[in-house]
């Protein structure tokens, strides 16, 4: 079991396909990103539900990975 600094050390539990993956992917010395880098808890509203992300998503016509680009880009 690993304890994650990132959920409040909540146990998390990983199968060891999951594990036999990580191992492999740490041998490629990159950076690999769990998202705790983006500190998107503080960005986090705890009003906001999955249908409001949703509704707004559904307005981009676009494909998202091509409307970040965009927004890298500028």
């Known amino acids: 079991m690993i304890i994650s600094k990132k959920s409040d050390n909540v146990p998390i539990q990983l199968s060891s396909k999951k594990l036999e993956a990580l191992k492999e992917l740490s041998k490629l010395e990159i950076k690999l990103s769990d998202g705790y880098d983006y500190i998107l808890k503080e960005y986090a509203s705890p ?3 999955l249908a409001d992300v ?3 998503l559904s307005s981009i016509k676009t ?3 091509k409307e970040i680009i965009e927004e890298r880009n500028k």
């Open 47 to 49: 009003e906001t539900t």
């Open 63 to 65: 494909s998202i990975s």
């Open 54 to 56: 949703r509704e707004r």
